[in-house]
């Protein structure tokens, strides 16, 4: 008797520990795993017509853990193609790293007649005692990977020593990569010939931001202004954001001489990249076409990724940027733009509505443009009297009272403080206590003209400003009726001089 009721039972059981699917939430035009945990993208190369997405991955489980490389390659950086696993753990976990294409071969590594792949990689030994650099390589265009015998290629019986990004220096012909110890606050450099044989040639550390650990390094050649002859690096470095006690990521510019980095700023300066608490571990493309500098982030944060409700997969990675490096009244500053290539698609919807004025709330309705929450929406306001003003995401309101608000992500600018902002407490499901939140960013202009590019995509917001001078990445979770879109203004009126609206949905 006993045994028939754990017999009749034991389906109730395991189907209730099963979390339910949440297809509503499933990204439509961000990179999202198919299955299981993803965290940081790695290994970003663009070779013959394909950018290349490494990314951290657990295979088996939709949490942190058994951390491997998954794989999925695209040729607009939109639509993804799901490749199979391409580094899998083994009796050590693989952390985060990088790829480069050795057109030389000189690691002596390629077998046929196309140059071969190299992966630089963090070997955790996740017994809390040890991380040493590790090097892998493919000859069929990163589908396989070789580890290689030698390995460790550095080790210095560190027990945080991570994250390398190698690049290759132009002016001194070698290999270089930026590594991490991240306790230290301190990015570690060596030089290389043949990425095998490494030598420690500098270090870089203890300024700007060191409220959390270091993490996720990488250099990159930027011209200034566009202009090639002109140029700096800029050191990329994941760390604590602008939100006290939440990752994020600052950056410094100044020289690269092939062995260390100078910083060109006073060591107390802060640079942000993102002003929103979901900007992680980014990393720029290698060999990207025509000189581009893309950078391609996770989306979320340590502080609660492990309890983003998604299932049956659990990541996704923020929408890659553009990224320039430009002359403003306060320096030298990164400028980010969204890459939204999107497909000749005659159906996707497009609204577009200029020069009104708004004076109260408006919801944009009888369109079945938000329904999908995955839109775009390019505006352009001028100020007038509003003190306050912006956009209203996936609202839900009341069904017995229209004029309550249930549910709703704001997305606005607040004249006094000279703030922009994305308010998500009422966002949806508050997957954490520290979830709820307002994220604001300083942000003042000259001609009274706001332009926001806003994304929109089923679980997330992000907020472009001003031609990229600011970026905020913000997760929501709605409920799937939360697709109510409003226009808002709070005492007094401003200008809309243009709108334009894409829907975005598959
Ligand atoms: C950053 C990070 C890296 C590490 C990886 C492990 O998010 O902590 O430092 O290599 O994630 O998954």
Known sequence: MKKLLIFLLFPFFTHAQTPKETPHWRPNYHFSSQKNWINDPNGLVYYQGKYHLFFQHNPFENKWGHMSWGHAVSTNLVDWEHLPLAIPEDSVW??????????????????????CMVALYTADYHDGKKEAQYLAYSNDKGTTWTKYTGNPVIDLQMADFRDPHVIWHEKTSQWVMSVVFPKEFKV???????LKNWTRSGEFGNQGEMRKIWECPALVEMPIDGNPQNTKWLLFVSTNGVHDKFEGMQYFVGEFDGTTFKNNNPPETKLYVDYGKDFYAAIPYTDAPKN??????WMSSWQYADAVPTFPWKGQMAIPRNITLRSTPQGLRLFQEPILTLKPKKDYLIFEKNNFVLSKE????????????????EIEFKLKSAKDFGLKIAQKKDEKDNEKTLQETIVGYDVNSHQLYIDRKKSG??????????EKAFLKFEDKTLKLKVLVDKLSVEVFANDGQIAMTSLIFPDEKANIFSLFTIKGKVKVVSMKITDLSK
């Open 292 to 297: 581009q500098k893309i950078l391609l982030g």
């Open 94 to 115: 693989i952390f985060s790293g990088s790829v480069v294409v050795d057109k030389n071969n000189s690691s002596g590594f390629q077998t046929g007649i196309e140059p």
């Open 362 to 377: 408006k919801q944009l309705s009888g369109m079945n443009l938000f329904a999908n929450n995955s839109y775009m929406v």
């Open 188 to 194: 570690i450099f060596y030089t290389s010939k043949n």
């Open 429 to 438: 499901q508050i997957i954490k206590d520290n979830f709820a939140s307002i």
